[in-house]
């Protein structure tokens, strides 16, 4: 599992021992062992979220779905006891599924889950642990950082931005992730419209 991968990738980064990592997360040695050896297994929500805010780098990240670092410069807090979290969260899901104009039953059927639970997670009652929130999340191409803080990057400048062949991708730190995202951003909307074939357009 990438998160495995990444975690140990991170520490080593920071010249950290698995012993140092552990003590400033507040969390047993064995804990961080068993997360870089263990490969299927994953932390709850709130640790998963502690440890991408300590390296400062976003969930999908840590979870191998995006090569993408930061969105942002905070994280949001994502603890189980906040009401106002399950609620946007709930209102994240509602809106996908209305979009592709989907019943709760028709949703819970093709991720795999009972009616019921949809239906909490939609009204705020339960907040989705983070296997559900990937499920949920790959089955409506967002990121998990989507569904948790409402913020997202288009599949378009994703992709630019994770290609290995796009320059932008392999920058040396001379441009922040954020100018990077605004710059591809820009260069995709001046693109719309163009045939194949047209020359660039020049100012």
Same mark, same amino acid.
Do not use: C
């Given at each position: 599992?990438?998160?495995?991968? *990444?975690?140990?990738?991170? /520490? ?17 040695? %064995?804990? @961080? ?7 299927? *297994?994953? &932390? ?14 976003? $969930? ?8 993408? $670092? $930061? ?7 994502? %603890?189980? =006891?906040?009401?106002?979290? /399950? ?17 709760? @039953? ?36 967002? %990121? ?10 288009? &599949? ?7 290609? &290995?062949?796009?320059? @932008? ?19 995709? =909307? ?5 045939? &194949? ?7």
């Amino acid at each position: 599992m990438m998160f495995a991968k *990444r975690l140990r990738e991170l /520490r080593e980064k920071k010249n950290l021992s698995q012993e140092a990592l552990a003590e400033k997360l507040g969390i047993p040695r %064995s804990t @961080i062992t068993h997360y870089e050896n263990d490969t299927d *297994r994953l &932390p709850r929500r709130a640790r998963l979220d502690e440890i991408a805010s300590f390296f400062n780098v976003t $969930t999908d990240y840590l979870l191998g779905r995006s090569d993408v $670092t $930061t969105l942002e410069n905070t994280l949001i807090s994502t %603890s189980d =006891e906040d009401p106002e979290l /399950r609620k946007a969260i709930g209102m994240r899901i509602r809106g996908l599924r209305e979009k592709r104009n989907l019943t709760q @039953i028709a949703l819970a059927d093709k991720l795999g889950m009972p009616h019921q639970n949809l239906s909490n997670y939609e009204r705020g009652f339960r907040q989705p642990d983070y296997e559900t929130l990937i499920a949920i999340s790959d089955f409506f191409n967002v %990121s998990t950082d989507f569904l948790l803080k409402g913020k997202d990057l288009s &599949p378009e400048v994703n992709r630019a931005l994770n290609d &290995p062949n796009t320059q @932008i991708a392999a920058r040396d730190g001379n441009i922040t992730d954020e100018e990077a995202v605004e710059l591809l951003e820009w260069l995709l =909307e001046r693109e719309k419209g163009r045939k &194949p074939g047209d020359k660039q357009k020049r100012k």
